[in-house]
C-alpha cells in the first residue's frame, strides 16, 4: 500500500466509525421506540382507567358531564405526550345481561363516545420513568342517553368504559395509537360529588 | 500448505476495507429507512440505494486494486452480504434482544422491510460496478508498493534490453564498415 492509498484508508476508517457510531445511536432510538410502543400499553399495567366520575342525575333534562381519569405510567426511556384520549360509555346494572356478540343489544346500554384532543396542554406530558392522571370528559345532553345513564343499582352507576389513548413519542415525533384500555367494576361507582 | 504471511497481511486488510465499506453502507441504509430515529437525516432513499453503494464500493476497490478481478468480484459480494445483514440485524435488534417478542411488534412495518429487502436487491450490481471501477482506477492511480518496485524493476529491465539490443544492432554497422583484410 503506497502512502496515498494508506491517506484514503484512514480516512475511510474514520468514515466507517463516524457511520457505525450513527448507526449505534439509531438503532438504539430505534429499541427505546419499540420498547415504549410495547411497555405503555393496558396489559403491560402501565395504562389504567382510574376513575370514572358520573354527577347524581336529579333529571333527564340536564347537562351530565361524565369524566374519566386515566392513570399512565411511562417506565421507558423516552418521555410521551399524550394528545388524545377518547371514550365511550356504556351503563348496566345487575340484571343485564352483556351480549358482546349483539351490537343491537349493547345498543340499548350504549351512552356517548367522546374525548378530547389537546396540542399544546404540558400537562398531558407524561416524562420517563414518570406518572401522570390525565382527565378527559364527554358531556351529555340528549335525555335518552341521561335516562340510560341513569341507570344506577343499588345507588350505584355500573358503567362499562371503552378507551382509546393517542400519544406522540417526543424525540422521535412519532405518533401510536392504543387502543383496547377498558374499566369495568362490578361493585359499581359512587356518584361523584365534585 | 503454507500461506505467506505478505498474502495473509493483503487478505486480512481486504477484510478490514470490506468491512469498513458494509458498515458505512449498512449505516446509511438503515438510516435512510428510518430516519425518524436518527440524530441527523441522510436525505432520500435513492441515495442510499444508488449513490452510497457506488461511492463506498469504489473506495473498497481502490484500496483492494492489488487483487485480481475474480478476487475483487469476491468482496464486492462479501460487501453486499455483510451489509445487509448488518442493517437486518439492526431492523430485527429489538426482537434479538427481547425487547419485543414478536415480529409485528417493531417499530418498522412489514411494507417498509419489504421496501428493505427489495432495495438491497439493487445494491449488489452497484457494488460490483463500483469495485470493479475502483480496482481499475487503483491500479492506475494507486498502485501498491511492490508494484511500484516491480514496474521499476520492469522498466529498468526493458531499457537494459533496450540498451543491449542497440548496442548490438550498432556492432554490425561497424564491423560493416570496417575495410577487410
Keep these: 500500500m503506497n502512502k ?50 358520573i354527577p347524581p342525575i336529579s333529571g333527564t333534562d340536564e347537562e351530565v358531564r361524565v369524566t374519566i381519569i386515566l392513570n399512565v405510567s411511562n417506565p421507558t426511556r423516552l418521555d410521551i405526550w399524550v394528545y388524545n384520549i377518547e371514550f365511550s360509555i356504556h351503563m348496566f346494572n345487575k340484571s343485564t345481561m352483556i351480549d358482546v356478540g349483539n351490537s343491537q343489544a349493547q345498543d340499548q346500554f350504549y351512552v356517548l363516545s367522546g374525548g378530547f384532543f389537546t396540542y399544546d396542554n404540558p400537562d398531558y406530558l407524561v416524562p420517563s420513568g414518570g406518572n401522570a392522571l390525565l382527565e378527559s370528559s364527554l358531556t351529555v345532553t340528549s335525555s335518552l342517553k341521561i335516562a340510560i345513564l341513569n341507570n344506577t343499582d343499588g345507588g350505584k352507576y355500573r358503567p362499562l368504559v371503552l378507551a382509546d389513548m393517542r400519544y406522540e413519542v417526543v424525540d422521535v415525533d412519532k405518533r401510536v395509537v392504543l387502543r383496547g384500555i377498558s374499566y369495568f367494576d362490578p361493585s359499581g361507582v359512587d356518584p361523584y360529588v365534585g | ?91 430485527y435488534s429489538p426482537q434479538v434482544s427481547g425487547i419485543v417478542v414478536d415480529a409485528g411488534d417493531l417499530p418498522s412495518s412489514d411494507e417498509q422491510r419489504m421496501s428493505m429487502v427489495f432495495s438491497a436487491l439493487f ?55 570496417r575495410p577487410e583484410g
Design chain 2, 1 to 91: 500448505m503454507s500461506v505467506d504471511r505478505q498474502s495473509v497481511y493483503r487478505a486480512s486488510l481486504a477484510l478490514l476495507w470490506t468491512f469498513c465499506g458494509a458498515t458505512t453502507m449498512a449505516s446509511f441504509f438503515f438510516i435512510s429507512f428510518f430516519p425518524e430515529y436518527s440524530p441527523f437525516g441522510v436525505g432520500e432513499i435513492g441515495f442510499s440505494i444508488m449513490f452510497l453503494p457506488i461511492t463506498v464500493s469504489f473506495v473498497v476497490g481502490l484500496l483492494v486494486n492489488e487483487f485480481d478481478v475474480p478476487a475483487v468480484v469476491l468482496i464486492s459480494i462479501l460487501l453486499v452480504v455483510i451489509s445487509v445483514v448488518i442493517a437486518f440485524l439492526a431492523v
Design chain 2, 123 to 177: 445494491i449488489l450490481p452497484l457494488t460490483l460496478i463500483g469495485t470493479v471501477l475502483g480496482k481499475a482506477v487503483g491500479a492506475v492511480v494507486l498502485p501498491s508498493e511492490e508494484e511500484l518496485i516491480e514496474r521499476r524493476w520492469l522498466i529498468e529491465r526493458t531499457r537494459k534490453w533496450h540498451e543491449a539490443l542497440a548496442a548490438r544492432d550498432e556492432e554490425p554497422e561497424e564491423s560493416e564498415s
Design chain 1, 4 to 53: 496515498y492509498a494508506a491517506v484514503i484508508g484512514i480516512a475511510f476508517i474514520l468514515v466507517t466509525v463516524f457511520s457505525a457510531a450513527t448507526l449505534a445511536l439509531t438503532v438504539d432510538m430505534y429499541g427505546a421506540f419499540a420498547e415504549t410502543k410495547n411497555k405503555i400499553t393496558p396489559w403491560e399495567g402501565n395504562v389504567r382507567i382510574e376513575e370514572v366520575r
